[in-house]
């Protein structure tokens, strides 16, 4: 079974920037789409970014268009999420899913086979 680790979360001020990281070991996340997903205190987890296999496609939330940038990082197997220009309803624990061979990616959630275990993102003054 595929194991994501999500790190690089933590505090920051309004406007400030982090760059989230999704990693796994033993398995070549280039061959999966791989999402991001974010959930507040009281809400539904929401899809916010995604890729697919190789890079094929990446697609955004309305939400962090502009803001939010996915990549791969094939050398060292994780997909980044630098998020930036960063607002209080940012605020969210920041989860990676994958789903194995999907080239145009989704943000639907129950399309995501595995998940790692979040990363919390604060964003206050």
């Known amino acids: 079974q595929l194991q994501l680790v999500e790190s690089g979360g933590g505090l920051v001020q309004p406007g400030g920037s982090l760059r989230l990281s999704c990693a796994a070991s033993?398995?070549?996340?280039?061959?999966?789409?791989i999402g991001w997903f974010r959930q507040a205190p009281g809400k539904e987890r929401e899809g916010i970014s995604c890729?697919?296999?190789?890079?094929?496609?990446?697609t955004y939330a309305d939400s962090v268009e502009g803001r939010f940038t996915i990549s791969r990082d094939n050398a060292k197997n994780t997909v980044d999420l630098q998020v930036s220009s960063l607002k209080p309803e940012d605020t969210a624990v920041y989860y990676c899913?994958?789903?194995?061979?999907?080239?145009?990616?989704?943000?639907?959630?129950?399309?995501?086979?595995?998940w790692g275990q979040g990363t919390q993102v604060t964003v206050s003054s």
């Open positions: 033993g398995f070549t996340l280039d061959d999966y789409a």
């Open positions: 899913a994958a789903v194995y061979n999907i080239r145009l990616c989704a943000l639907r959630k129950h399309e995501y086979a595995d």
């Open positions: 890729i697919g296999r190789s890079s094929a496609t990446t």
